[in-house]
């Protein structure tokens, strides 16, 4: 029986008819989260000394943060480093496995799989933070180098 219907039912005095409409808007109210038992996703502290933003404020705007640095990088060719995902994943990568994606309970992943949201960046992005190579002590020439040099 359709809401409308239950409480405009002949014969149902008006405070039962109330008590039914809050009873209903109450359930509707609940949040999932809270009915489905699920906590809230622990995340591993980031590397680096402070966020370059606020915590609350990265919680709320990080993807707009980055669909703006994407825009200036990728279609104005401006190139930062403050709102950069490559700085992101560079200190929030896991201590264990090394990304912020792989698990369930890596940074990125462990919000995202939380609030059901899909993530996309990583269709095109690394997860892990890329190694440099340790700087060389020995200068070393390419064998086109060598073969220019000695034959002079």
């Known amino acids: 029986m359709g809401m409308a219907r239950l409480a405009n039912w002949p014969g149902m005095g008006k405070a039962l008819r109330l008590a039914v409409l809050l009873g209903a808007a109450a359930m509707l109210a609940v949040p ?8 809230k996703p622990v995340l591993e502290r ?5 966020c370059v933003e606020d915590t609350e404020y990265m919680r709320r705007h990080h993807m707009d943060l980055l669909k703006h640095q994407r825009d200036k990088t990728m279609r104005q060719g401006i190139r930062t480093t403050k709102h950069s995902l490559k700085g992101c994943v560079e200190c929030h990568a896991s201590s264990k496995t090394g990304s912020v994606a792989s698990t369930k309970e890596d940074f990125c992943a462990a919000c995202h799989v939380y609030s059901g949201v899909k993530l996309d960046c990583w269709d095109c ?6 190694k440099t190579p340790a700087p060389s002590t020995t200068q070393q020439t390419s064998p086109l180098m060598e073969s220019q040099v000695g034959g002079l």
């Open 32 to 39: 999932l989260q809270a009915t489905a038992g699920v906590g």
């Open 46 to 50: 980031g590397k680096g000394e402070r």
């Open 125 to 130: 992005h690394a997860t892990k933070p890329k």
